[in-house]
């Protein structure tokens, strides 16, 4: 798998990184750093277009939590925001990985910097970080993040 660079630079968000390739904004696989009322990270991948429970990324993490901030990105998985990604990052930080990205033949996590992308499937994207699948998308009533 190799990393493609997005020709006009910058793509920090879903919608313009899904412009650039070409494709919906829920292949584009957002990775979202959180961190727990107890200090530990977790990451969350999910379709570019859809915001996340809260009551539901509590339970999974075990832990009310917040979004991290850019510091705190950057300092615990070594990726600036926009650049956060699912490979290479410190095995204690958990992975979650929402499976409504299943649906698409190919998504797009990023690839480390805010201006790159790697396609994959969805089960390449597991296999490759041992992520744990699960349902993490708020219903449109309920409170979110992301």
């Known amino acids: 798998l190799a990393a493609k660079e997005f020709a006009a630079g910058s793509t920090a968000t879903s919608v313009l990184a899904a412009g650039q390739l070409g494709v919906t904004v829920g292949q584009i696989a957002k990775s979202l750093l959180f961190v727990g009322k107890d200090g530990r990270f977790f990451i969350v991948v ?3 277009d859809k915001r996340l429970s809260n009551p539901r990324l509590k339970a999974a993490a075990g832990v009310k ?3 991290a901030t850019a510091e705190e990105a950057l300092a615990a998985t070594g990726f600036g925001p926009g650049g956060v990604c699912p490979f290479g990052v410190d095995r ?3 992975l979650f990985i929402d499976r409504s990205l299943s ?5 797009y ?3 480390g910097t805010d201006s790159s992308g790697v396609p994959m499937t969805f089960d390449q994207l597991v296999s490759i970080t041992g992520g744990t699948v699960g349902d993490f998308l708020a219903p449109e009533t309920e409170e979110t993040q992301g």
């Open 46 to 48: 999910c379709p570019g």
């Open 65 to 67: 939590s917040r979004m």
């Open 92 to 94: 204690g930080i958990a």
């Open 103 to 107: 649906v698409y033949d190919t998504i």
């Open 109 to 111: 996590p990023a690839a």
